[in-house]
């Protein structure tokens, strides 16, 4: 079923970037709660002491507000009694007297910053205290009657609470940054775990890209893990069956061809002695004769071909490399091809050519262009171009045809084993085994090279099969001897 498109990103994730992601948030979450209670929590100790501090000092200072004051206390006085008990407790002193207001800092602390819950309470004969904002900053007010003449007297003392919101936004700061730390290591671990876990489907992964390759005996080792052993065993023994499965169509593949050469062998030599008798046939023992010549000449060619390809499957395909002058040798390869065809096959090798050398087998590399040439006169209406080109170190075999070319889908396809294409319902007697391209890739592969096809260049429709093969390296002396 396929996902919708509006699932958050990280769920269309990998399995491995999920894992981490959870690893990560999960981290995230609880160092995001730990910081907000360990703040919450130095807030509240901070605070509650900070109070216990400002009342002490608070009551120490209201008995000597208690002591001084007297009924001839002018302002001058009164001023004099706030400015020293606010720089001995570093707090901000308020004193009324009647309707007078005097304060150690009227800036900062004055009748209008009073607040008026405070006062009014404090009017009654209770003393109070709050925590409350003077302008910007934060406060511990308190508020005592003072008895005695003069009965109206009132003492208010803030104490700045600006250390400890220092300390809490450092503190913040701080717990801010563990938990960016904390989040990061884990998602180093989530990573460091998912890999651990995701590690044995990554072996599966990688042996079962090499079976596919073609490496059979590929096989797991088994893990200390018991849950993994299962999986490993189960793994190993369906990579057994597959090797086992495989060889058992090699060898049939092998035996079945072997064992049918030599009935292909006599009914060759039979049609080679009606042949010698055809003047004694009528017109349809003729034709007939040339029917039957055809299909045992395509009957032994398929022969062949299961032939090369089992040789692939066993491993027993070798390569008897020699150097190769390119050019000529595609030459005769097409002369050889043009003795059993009508085809016309148009050759264009581009300067400088005529020195090249390959290292190559020539049977197979001969295989090669005869497979590709005679591919492309089957459905290219009879007009075939073989071109040859170097690109630094490299040779391009280009066979183009005028046929109705290769869709995208089937690129790589038609060189699978007997895949035919769309084509292939319109072959007609001439459709071939399928194994030709097989056979073609499966030899250049052999020679370290490669083979595509790609749309005909500057042409509305046609095919252009590529081969790119390693250019030899030899010596001085034996270019000059090419040369020659």
Same mark, same amino acid.
């Given at each position: 079923?396929?996902?919708?498109?509006?699932?958050?990103?990280?769920?269309?994730?990998?399995?491995?970037?999920? =894992?981490?992601?959870?690893?990560? %948030?999960?981290?995230?979450?609880?160092?995001?709660?730990?910081?907000?209670?360990?703040?919450?929590?130095?807030?509240?100790?901070?605070?509650?002491?900070?109070?216990?501090?400002?009342?002490?000092?608070?009551?120490?200072?209201?008995?000597?507000?208690?002591?001084?004051?007297?009924?001839?206390?002018?302002?001058?006085?009164?001023?004099?009694?706030?400015?020293?008990?606010?720089?001995? +407790?570093?707090?901000?002193?308020?004193?009324?007297?009647?309707?007078?207001?005097?304060?150690?800092?009227?800036?900062?602390?004055?009748?209008?910053?009073?607040?008026?819950?405070?006062?009014?309470?404090?009017?009654?004969?209770?003393?109070?205290?709050?925590? @409350?904002? =003077?302008? +910007?900053?934060?406060?511990?007010?308190?508020?005592?009657? =003072?008895?005695?003449?003069?009965?109206?007297?009132?003492?208010?003392?803030?104490?700045?609470? /600006?250390?400890?919101?220092?300390?809490?936004?450092?503190?913040?700061?701080?717990?801010?940054?563990?938990?960016?730390?904390?989040?990061?290591?884990?998602?180093?671990?989530?990573?460091?775990?998912?890999?651990?876990?995701?590690?044995?489907?990554?072996?599966?992964? @990688?042996?079962?890209?090499?079976?596919?390759?073609?490496?059979?005996?590929?096989?797991?080792?088994?893990?200390?893990?018991?849950?993994?052993?299962?999986?490993?065993?189960?793994?190993?023994?369906?990579?057994?069956?597959?090797?086992?499965?495989?060889?058992?169509?090699?060898?049939?593949?092998?035996?079945?061809?072997?064992?049918?050469? +030599?009935?292909?062998?006599?009914?060759?030599?039979?049609?080679?002695?009606?042949?010698?008798?055809?003047?004694?046939?009528?017109?349809? *023992?003729?034709?007939?004769?040339?029917?039957?010549?055809?299909?045992?000449?395509?009957?032994?060619?398929?022969?062949?071909?299961?032939?090369? %390809?089992?040789?692939? /499957?066993?491993?027993?395909?070798?390569?008897?490399?020699?150097?190769?002058?390119?050019?000529?040798?595609?030459?005769?390869?097409?002369?050889?091809?043009?003795?059993?065809?009508?085809?016309?096959?148009?050759?264009?090798?581009?300067?400088?050519?005529?020195?090249?050398?390959?290292?190559?087998?020539?049977?197979?590399?001969?295989?090669?262009?005869?497979?590709?040439?005679?591919?492309?006169?089957?459905?290219?209406?009879?007009?075939?171009?073989?071109?040859?080109?170097?690109?630094? +170190?490299?040779?391009?075999?280009?066979?183009?045809?005028?046929?109705?070319?290769?869709?995208?889908?089937?690129?790589?396809?038609?060189?699978?084993?007997?895949?035919? *294409?769309?084509?292939?319902?319109?072959?007609?007697?001439?459709? *071939?085994?399928?194994?030709?391209?097989?056979?073609?890739?499966?030899?250049?592969?052999?020679?370290?090279?490669?083979?595509?096809?790609?749309?005909?260049?500057?042409?509305?429709?046609?095919?252009?099969?590529?081969?790119?093969?390693?250019?030899?390296?030899?010596?001085?002396?034996?270019?000059?001897?090419?040369?020659?």
């Amino acid at each position: 079923m396929r996902r919708p498109r509006f699932l958050p990103l990280f769920v269309r994730r990998g399995l491995r970037r999920r =894992i981490t992601s959870a690893f990560a %948030i999960g981290g995230l979450l609880l160092a995001s709660t730990i910081s907000f209670a360990t703040l919450a929590l130095t807030r509240q100790n901070l605070l509650d002491e900070r109070d216990e501090t400002a009342f002490s000092v608070f009551a120490n200072n209201g008995r000597r507000v208690r002591n001084e004051l007297t009924a001839e206390t002018d302002d001058e006085g009164r001023r004099a009694i706030v400015e020293r008990l606010g720089q001995a +407790s570093g707090t901000f002193p308020l004193l009324r007297v009647g309707d007078e207001w005097t304060s150690a800092d009227p800036l900062v602390f004055n009748r209008e910053t009073v607040p008026a819950s405070l006062l009014e309470l404090v009017e009654s004969g209770t003393p109070a205290r709050m925590r @409350t904002t =003077i302008g +910007s900053r934060s406060a511990v007010v308190s508020a005592v009657p =003072i008895p005695g003449p003069p009965t109206d007297a009132i003492y208010f003392e803030a104490a700045p609470l /600006d250390d400890i919101e220092d300390t809490l936004d450092t503190l913040a700061f701080i717990l801010f940054g563990v938990a960016a730390v904390t989040t990061m290591f884990a998602a180093a671990v989530g990573w460091w775990a998912a890999g651990r876990m995701l590690n044995p489907l990554v072996k599966v992964r @990688t042996a079962a890209e090499a079976l596919a390759a073609g490496a059979l005996d590929t096989r797991l080792t088994p893990p200390d893990d018991a849950d993994l052993a299962s999986l490993t065993a189960s793994f190993n023994e369906m990579a057994r069956a597959l090797e086992e499965r495989i060889a058992r169509d090699a060898r049939f593949a092998s035996e079945v061809s072997h064992e049918l050469r +030599s009935p292909l062998m006599t009914l060759t030599a039979s049609v080679e002695v009606l042949y010698n008798m055809a003047d004694e046939l009528g017109d349809r *023992g003729r034709t007939a004769l040339d029917l039957l010549s055809d299909d045992i000449s395509r009957f032994r060619r398929l022969v062949e071909d299961l032939l090369e %390809i089992n040789r692939y /499957d066993v491993g027993t395909a070798d390569l008897e490399a020699e150097e190769v002058h390119i050019v000529e040798f595609v030459q005769h390869a097409i002369f050889q091809f043009g003795l059993d065809s009508t085809a016309v096959v148009d050759f264009e090798a581009a300067p400088g050519m005529e020195t090249t050398v390959l290292l190559a087998d020539k049977r197979r590399l001969g295989r090669v262009v005869s497979n590709l040439v005679e591919n492309a006169s089957k459905y290219g209406d009879g007009e075939v171009r073989v071109n040859l080109d170097r690109h630094d +170190s490299l040779v391009r075999l280009g066979v183009e045809d005028n046929g109705p070319g290769v869709v995208l889908a089937e690129r790589k396809l038609i060189f699978d084993r007997f895949h035919r *294409g769309r084509a292939g319902g319109r072959r007609g007697k001439d459709s *071939g085994s399928g194994l030709g391209l097989a056979l073609v890739a499966e030899h250049v592969g052999l020679h370290g090279g490669r083979v595509w096809v790609e749309d005909r260049p500057n042409a509305t429709r046609g095919a252009r099969f590529v081969v790119e093969l390693p250019v030899a390296t030899v010596d001085d002396e034996s270019e000059e001897a090419l040369a020659l």
